[in-house]
């Protein structure tokens, strides 16, 4: 024996909401994410210890933009009544980022974690979860990667054909996390062609799908991510 213990996993509860409206999702995301910031204070406040929960949330969303804290509204490439002929909503909200869309189709991962019970380093839980979603794609046969200045997960990063098929970005309270990560599985693309995706106008946006050829079971998808999310953050997710 080599007299190391073995890193005691996180314990996270792994919930799947399905298809969730973006308001209703946002305002559970804010109430877990401020009762974990209640517990955190009150154990500085009152010296005591307890545990902070961690949640990894899976959810789809109906039609809908979102603009990020440091995005443009001139990236949204809709008015109001165009966003009506699209069925779609849109919002502004508090996470880093430009604009994305959400809709069916995608997985949109909300991970609320207590960094403190992990790492606290931003930059790693960003590239954490890229590595996540590259390792389901090489899981699918698909190469990706990382755009260098920009979060988010790539097919041929270091060329012309530089696509996104992840997007991401978070919001960070006393180490507590929210939002997260949007990954096109089988969603429609041609709801990115509204938007400037993420600000950036010179690339393009693919799916699962179209890099493959057909739909696949998102279900299957969804447990792949899940598992490498949890095997890089060593987390033991209960159901």
Known sequence: ????????????????????????????????????????????????????????????????????????????????????????????????????????GQIVGYPILDLDNFFTDIHLYLRTLEEAVILTLKDYGIEAGRYPGYTGVWLDPTNDKARKICAMGVRCSRWVTMHGFAFNVNVDLAYFKNIVPCGIDDKAVTSLEKELGFPLDMEEVKGKLKRHIATLFNMSLNA
Request: charged share 25%; proline share 4%.
């Open 1 to 104: 024996m080599s007299g190391l213990e073995e890193k005691k996993k996180v314990e996270t509860q792994f919930i799947d909401w399905g298809l969730t409206d973006y308001q209703d999702a946002w305002d559970r995301q804010e109430a877990l994410l401020n009762n974990t910031v209640a517990i955190k204070t009150a154990n500085r406040v009152n010296g005591t210890q307890l545990p902070t929960p961690n949640y990894l949330i899976f959810n789809e969303h109906p039609h809908v933009y979102t603009l990020g804290k440091s995005g443009h509204q001139e990236n949204l490439l809709l008015d109001e009544e165009g966003l009506k002929q699209k069925q779609a909503t849109y919002y502004k909200i508090n996470r880093g980022g430009d604009i994305t869309y959400h809709g069916p």
